[in-house]
């Protein structure tokens, strides 16, 4: 049988490296990847057009692709994951502000339906009790899934997100990290406050896995568990980057962040139900660990 050539697009993770260079192979498929910087910009065309055969993907995007049924199939592979709350920022030149005080704020988001937005947002409505439906989201982007209507306030063309936070266009912004010392994390302390956080929750908030296209999980599942291993046997090669674990593979190891993502999309309108984590995968990938 001929080896099968896959086009696929990871980011530049230390524990994709190995199959990245070439250096970890499979005797069945080649990758041929695809350099998109940043990673992102590579899930509209994977979600509109199924471009790649395999590609990294943020869980919301996925979930989002889902519910309008896009020929995509999860597996159990996290590429990016990360505690979120330094990823909110304000300008202390125009007061002091902290989470609760967003209520009626206009708010900047790359996109209302990133997966660090829904993160943040999930934290800021569960932990802090903030009302979503009083902030006043400003957005930049459309959103990857394009059935998705987006009822945002769309930022003037041309307009970056941090210099309006700068200029006192914005109140805050999430999503955005910078060293800028003018401005400040919301959450003061925001180590800390994931700490708190992750022992409350014991949930690490993943935002990258990886998807193949349909037609590839349904007319090969070798090779699809042969990627899945692959990426694996990476990882273990690199050893473990953090504790927690970031990247976890394996749906158990996933599940309490998946059900905690889809829990929040939901609650956001992003998706109309919620998923059981078992949902999300094929009968393939729904026994990869």
């Not at 509209?44 to 020929?71: N, S, W």
């Not at 694996?232 to 962040?257: H, W, Y």
Request: net charge neutral; aromatic share 8%; charged share 25%.
């Amino acid at each position: 049988m001929d080896r099968l050539k896959l086009k696929a697009v990871l980011g530049s993770h230390r524990h994709v490296e190995a199959v990245k260079s070439g250096e970890l192979r499979s005797d069945r498929f080649d990758l041929d990847f695809i350099e998109y910087t940043p990673t992102n910009t590579a899930f509209k065309p994977m979600v509109r057009e199924q471009a790649f055969d395999v590609c990294e993907m943020a869980i919301v995007t996925y979930l989002m692709a889902k519910a309008h049924g896009k020929p995509l199939v999860l597996l159990p592979a996290a590429m990016l994951g990360r505690f979120q709350h330094s990823y909110a920022l304000y300008n202390p030149a125009r007061g002091t502000l902290g989470p609760s005080d967003l209520e009626g704020k206009r708010i900047g988001i790359r996109s209302f339906t990133t997966t660090t937005g829904a993160w943040i947002r999930g934290i800021l409505a569960n932990d802090y009790g903030v009302n979503l439906g009083k902030i006043r989201w400003v957005t930049f982007e459309d959103p990857h899934v394009a059935e998705y209507v987006d009822t945002t306030e769309r930022a003037p063309k041309g307009k970056k997100i941090l210099q309006m936070l700068l200029d006192g266009e914005l109140d805050a912004v999430l999503g955005e990290a910078s060293s800028d010392p003018k401005l400040r994390p919301l959450f003061p302390d925001p180590a800390a406050e994931a700490a708190i956080w992750y022992a409350r929750r014991s949930v690490v908030p993943v935002n990258h896995l990886v998807v193949v296209t349909e037609q590839l999980a349904k007319s090969r599942p070798d090779v699809v568990s042969g990627v899945y291993d692959l990426l694996k046997q990476n990882k273990a090669q690199a050893g473990p980057a953090a504790t927690p674990d970031l990247v976890p593979f394996g749906i158990e190891a996933n599940r309490r962040s998946l059900e905690l993502i889809v829990d929040y999309a939901f609650q956001q309108a992003l998706i109309p139900r919620r998923y059981a984590v078992e949902e999300l995968f094929d009968a393939t990938t729904r026994g990869l660990n």
